[in-house]
């Protein structure tokens, strides 16, 4: 007789370890949470500096680590309005998302496009403002920076998940090597981020300290 194998000696089928819905739910939560309380901060300095135009912001440590010169440069109101209201009002919409993840509910593919479209736009702006610290305003700020921080895994993970699910259609091969490495490729962003502020700025940042 011809032995029949057990459900313990089945082979799972070869690929990359998906990211849960639940990982992605709980980054969702944490990297909007994060992003929302930096908007937020930058957004009230700025309203205690119209109030009290003479006050030292408190995200001020020197002359070149500080959020003021950010708030009072041109770059800093691109829309007409302080960019950090852009973070205090996006954000929430990234908390919501991750909320509504783990109460198990599935979200539409438009949804995940429009939420993926609005972080793409959301980190070309930082790009630009990135730019403008290292290069225009030469001077860093540390409110900023920590949405800098959040926005890079905030996107990667969402084109990671949308390759996962077919929403971004790609070769199975990209996909796979998308996922299995996504941990690897989000690394290489930080490294290349930290790289071009050192490289910008990094004679700067040392002689303020």
Do not use: H
Not at 34 to 63: H, M, Q
């Amino acid at each position: 007789m011809t032995a029949v194998a057990s459900s313990d000696d089945v082979v799972a089928p070869a690929g990359p370890k998906p990211l849960r819905e639940r990982t992605m739910a709980l980054l969702l939560l944490a990297l909007g949470a994060i992003g929302f309380a930096a908007s937020f901060a930058l957004a009230w300095e700025k309203y205690l500096a119209f109030v009290e135009p003479d006050r030292a912001a408190s995200c001020t440590l020197n002359l070149f680590v500080t959020c003021s010169a950010a708030m009072e440069s041109w770059q800093g109101a691109l829309l007409g309005f302080p960019n950090p209201y852009l973070g205090v009002a996006a954000f929430p919409v990234v908390v919501t998302t991750g909320v509504v993840l783990l109460t198990g509910a599935r979200l539409p593919r438009w949804y995940w496009t429009s939420l993926l479209v609005g972080t793409v736009l959301g980190q070309a702006l930082v790009f630009f403002l990135m730019w403008t610290s290292f290069y225009a305003i030469v001077a860093l700020c540390p409110y900023c920076m920590v949405v800098w921080t959040i926005m890079w895994p905030l996107l990667w993970y969402q084109i990671v998940r949308g390759a996962q699910t077919g929403d971004l259609p790609m070769g199975a091969g990209l996909r796979d090597a998308l996922v299995a490495n996504r941990t690897i490729i989000l690394v290489i962003g930080y490294v290349a981020a930290v790289g071009w502020l050192l490289l910008a700025v990094g004679a700067d940042l040392v002689r303020s300290f």
